[in-house]
T-cell receptor
Framework: GAGVSQSPSNKVTEKGKDVELRCDPI?????LYWYRQSLGQGLEFLIY????????KSGLPSDRFSAERTGGSVSTLTIQRTQQEDSAVYLC????????????FGPGTRLTVL | KQEVTQIPAALSVPEGENLVLNCSFT??????LQWFRQDPGKGLTSLLL?????REQTSGRLNASLDKSSGRSTLYIAASQPGDSATYLC???????????FGQGTELSVKP
């Protein structure tokens, strides 16, 4: 079966522009997670969805970051007014349910802000 | 606040050696622990998941152990191969599950 997919694989943008990153989880997985991987910070949690609701948004670094999930499936992470420090690889993961289940990761979107 | 540490940061071994990667965490109230590998420029591949009630899990040449009370896990790789070269990450979830807290990883190089 298909794994987690993310698009685009690479995104180069100018400082101040908005970007949207997309994640398609494994079919039937109700839990979806966004993480960010940067050289200085390692892998950091951003936000967790269970179905369409987000019970844990504690990792979003500022109000420029937002995410939504529709139909319990696809999720979009939006970064407004991008800054150079937003440059990182954004990873999405899904699991059958939150909690005890294994998380499966997508290939990531590499974001470069010039 | 949960913190996860992996030692060593980098490791180079000749092909065929058995090796151990270490992971420690500061808060023993975890729900589970997961080991991943990451190849350069790629996403994370799940290797093993250990629930907090378990002591170890095995998959092929990999064996992961968990000592929750002491806040430690080890990943044992038997008969290492050049294809095992990658960065290995451990991560824990808190006792409510959900988000993973990651270590900084161990970069493994297996020389032919």
């Amino acid at each position: 079966g298909a794994g987690v997919s993310q698009s685009p694989s690479n995104k180069v943008t100018e400082k101040g522009k908005d970007v949207e990153l997309r994640c398609d989880p494994i079919s039937g997985h109700t839990a979806l997670y966004w993480y960010r991987q940067s050289l200085g910070q390692g892998l950091e949690f951003l936000i967790y969805f269970q179905g369409n609701s987000a019970p844990d948004k504690s990792g979003l670094p500022s109000d420029r970051f937002s995410a939504e999930r529709t139909g319990g499936s696809v999720s979009t992470l939006t970064i407004q007014r991008t800054q150079q420090e937003d440059s990182a690889v954004y990873l999405c993961a899904s699991s059958p349910w939150g909690g005890a289940y294994e998380q499966f990761f997508g290939p990531g979107t590499r974001l470069t802000v010039l | 606040k949960q913190e996860v540490t992996q030692i060593p940061a980098a490791l180079s071994v000749p092909e065929g050696e058995n090796l151990v990667l270490n992971c420690s965490f500061t808060d023993s109230a975890i729900y589970n622990l997961q080991w991943f590998r990451q190849d350069p420029g790629k996403g994370l591949t799940s290797l093993l998941l250990i629930q907090s009630s378990q002591r170890e899990q095995t998959s092929g040449r990999l064996n992961a152990s968990l000592d929750k009370s002491s806040g430690r896990s080890t990943l044992y790789i038997a008969a290492s191969q050049p294809g095992d070269s990658a960065t290995y990450l451990c991560a824990v979830t808190g006792n409510q599950g959900g988000k993973l807290i990651f270590g900084q990883g161990t970069e493994l190089s297996v020389k032919p």
